[in-house]
């Protein structure tokens, strides 16, 4: 298995935390289920998810008048605890990133950690945190839609 591409990575790295009112299981599924990952991550676009170290996926989101499509590999696969793969996409200017997702639980829910690494500059890093915490709320409203 080929780890980090520490030399293909930008400097600059984000990390957000967010809870969920729901197992670490049905949280880390949302994360590697291809029907979940294409309703609240590609925003009803294309998801090929292969989550297991060395697999890869394919993300193309709608945007305005296109796709905006996100690539990457699996590096770390740790159900129902971490996530770890690489991103790239025109928003990281075609360099290499790594996203780390640690999903801890507490008391019935989740405490979910995601921090990606490897942004070319601070631009696109406040970037990042934007589209993260879009897609973090996202996700939410589909374990808060599934308790109604």
Request: glycine fraction near 10%.
């Amino acid at each position: 298995m080929i780890g980090r591409n520490e030399n293909a990575m930008g400097p600059s790295r984000i990390s957000i935390p967010r809870s969920y009112d729901a197992s670490p299981e049905r949280v880390f599924r949302a994360w590697t289920d291809p029907a979940s990952v294409k309703a609240w991550l590609a925003m009803g676009g294309e998801a090929r998810i292969d989550a297991r170290p060395d697999g890869l996926f394919y993300i193309g989101m709608p945007f305005e008048r296109g796709v905006h499509p996100h690539y990457g590999r699996y590096l770390r696969v740790e159900a129902p605890r971490l996530l770890e793969f690489t991103w790239v996409s025109e928003s990281t200017r075609g360099k290499e990133s790594v996203v780390t997702i640690e999903f801890t639980p507490r008391g019935g829910k989740t405490d979910l950690r995601i921090t990606h690494e490897g942004l070319p500059d601070e631009d696109m890093a406040g970037k990042h945190v934007a589209g993260w915490t879009h897609f973090l709320d996202a996700l939410d409203g589909r374990f808060a839609a599934s308790h109604a």
